[in-house]
């Protein structure tokens, strides 16, 4: 029922941890491998797939050009899907397997939703794991707006992450195929296909969790580097990206293009608006030391309320309780408590490099 396409690239350490832990939880997809590699670790990972597959378990591996490009990856891969609903797999990402069959389910109980996807827990490690709620500062949220512009403009006003939610299939291959055409927006390719999928239908985010997510600079920067958009680069991908925006407004939001061409001015420079508001003024959101304490206490009706009223930083205080427990009362119980010792297996056994981040501005969760 589901397909997770898997970009990867010199990095057989995560491909092997990954596919050992969506054996070992028995996830209710099938893998496809986009590899390009250099020769020696795709002759590794090849014997990684060798070794894990089983009548259960075998994933495809495809063999892609050391020199292609992300994109173009993923658009080798899309004539290999033949299941309804599919999602990209970060190789340093691990999908819960109740996570994903929900959010399979609601796709085929709503068929007005193109898209669903649940929450996200982050994690470093060094001589301990430690667990993170990202989704709060990345704002995943739905988008139920019936009116494509108005999902449109919401995104604009805070930016989101959609790209690793389950899609379905022909509303996939066809963003991915349009999206592809605007290569040449670099950094902005993935905020081009979030904008086409908006404005091609409505997403919803499940409370559930969904993904577990390694805190890396690569995987959760929103920060653009500053001598790029001071370049000449920097240009050309601004406008191929204005020119998608139109290109989508008229193919999926019925646009003429005079119009198209007004209204994605207009996105443009809200988006960049956002854009700088990230890259150069980054507020990160520095909680008291009373949060450990209030995520691991009882907090009463009254106290509650009185602290409710307090001033925002203490607001801030009562989310972090909050979110606590939301995810303490999901991960208490099968089978996400499985998947979350598994992946601590996993990470421990894998000799990977410590994974250190900057977690300052996230709510660190108490598992």
């Given at each position: 029922m589901i397909t997770l396409l898997m970009p990867t690239m010199n990095r057989p350490i995560h491909v092997r941890r990954a596919l050992e832990y969506?054996?070992?939880i028995g996830i209710p997809a099938?893998?496809?491998i986009l590899d390009s590699s250099s020769k020696i670790i795709k002759e590794e990972n090849q014997i990684t797939i060798k070794d894990l597959t089983t009548t259960d378990f075998a994933p495809l591996y495809i063999e892609c050009e050391e020199?292609?490009?992300y994109m173009e990856k993923i658009v080798k891969g899309l004539s290999s899907i033949y299941t309804p609903y599919v999602a990209l797999a970060a190789d340093d990402d691990f999908f819960s397997a109740q996570g994903l069959h929900e959010a399979a389910n609601f796709l085929r109980d709503n068929q007005d939703y193109l898209f669903a996807q649940g929450h996200w827990l982050g994690f470093t490690?060094?001589?301990n794991i430690t667990w993170?709620?990202?989704?709060?500062?990345?704002?995943?949220?739905?988008?139920d707006q019936k009116d494509s512009l108005e999902r449109v403009r919401d995104f604009l006003q805070k930016n989101t992450i959609i790209f690793y939610s389950l899609f379905r299939v022909d509303a996939f291959v066809d963003i991915m195929k349009k999206s592809c055409k605007y290569a040449q927006c670099g950094k902005f390719?993935?905020?081009l296909y979030i904008l086409f999928t908006l404005m091609r239908g409505r997403g919803k985010l499940l409370e559930i969790p969904y993904l577990y997510r390694e805190m890396m600079e690569h995987s959760m920067g929103r920060q653009l580097q500053r001598s790029w958009m001071l370049g000449s680069e920097?240009?050309?991908?601004?406008?191929k990206f204005s020119a998608g925006i139109a290109d989508g407004l008229v193919s999926y939001c019925g646009f003429n293009r005079e119009k198209s061409l007004t209204q994605s001015k207009i996105m443009k420079d809200?988006?960049?608006d956002l854009v700088l508001k990230t890259s150069f003024s980054y507020e990160k959101v520095e909680l008291p030391s009373l949060t450990r304490r209030l995520a691991r206490t009882f907090i009463s009706r009254s106290k509650r309320d009185y602290l409710l009223h307090l001033s925002s930083k203490y607001k801030s205080i009562i989310k972090t309780f909050f979110n606590n427990k939301y995810f303490r009362d999901y991960f208490s119980r099968d089978p996400y408590k499985k998947e979350i010792a598994f992946i601590e297996q996993q990470i421990k056994q894998s000799n990977a490099p410590a994974c250190m981040f900057d977690t300052s501005m996230f709510t660190r969760i108490f598992l």
């Amino acid at each position: 029922m589901i397909t997770l396409l898997m970009p990867t690239m010199n990095r057989p350490i995560h491909v092997r941890r990954a596919l050992e832990y969506y054996k070992k939880i028995g996830i209710p997809a099938r893998l496809i491998i986009l590899d390009s590699s250099s020769k020696i670790i795709k002759e590794e990972n090849q014997i990684t797939i060798k070794d894990l597959t089983t009548t259960d378990f075998a994933p495809l591996y495809i063999e892609c050009e050391e020199t292609i490009s992300y994109m173009e990856k993923i658009v080798k891969g899309l004539s290999s899907i033949y299941t309804p609903y599919v999602a990209l797999a970060a190789d340093d990402d691990f999908f819960s397997a109740q996570g994903l069959h929900e959010a399979a389910n609601f796709l085929r109980d709503n068929q007005d939703y193109l898209f669903a996807q649940g929450h996200w827990l982050g994690f470093t490690y060094d001589t301990n794991i430690t667990w993170y709620d990202v989704g709060v500062l990345d704002n995943i949220r739905s988008f139920d707006q019936k009116d494509s512009l108005e999902r449109v403009r919401d995104f604009l006003q805070k930016n989101t992450i959609i790209f690793y939610s389950l899609f379905r299939v022909d509303a996939f291959v066809d963003i991915m195929k349009k999206s592809c055409k605007y290569a040449q927006c670099g950094k902005f390719f993935e905020c081009l296909y979030i904008l086409f999928t908006l404005m091609r239908g409505r997403g919803k985010l499940l409370e559930i969790p969904y993904l577990y997510r390694e805190m890396m600079e690569h995987s959760m920067g929103r920060q653009l580097q500053r001598s790029w958009m001071l370049g000449s680069e920097f240009n050309i991908a601004i406008q191929k990206f204005s020119a998608g925006i139109a290109d989508g407004l008229v193919s999926y939001c019925g646009f003429n293009r005079e119009k198209s061409l007004t209204q994605s001015k207009i996105m443009k420079d809200q988006f960049l608006d956002l854009v700088l508001k990230t890259s150069f003024s980054y507020e990160k959101v520095e909680l008291p030391s009373l949060t450990r304490r209030l995520a691991r206490t009882f907090i009463s009706r009254s106290k509650r309320d009185y602290l409710l009223h307090l001033s925002s930083k203490y607001k801030s205080i009562i989310k972090t309780f909050f979110n606590n427990k939301y995810f303490r009362d999901y991960f208490s119980r099968d089978p996400y408590k499985k998947e979350i010792a598994f992946i601590e297996q996993q990470i421990k056994q894998s000799n990977a490099p410590a994974c250190m981040f900057d977690t300052s501005m996230f709510t660190r969760i108490f598992l």
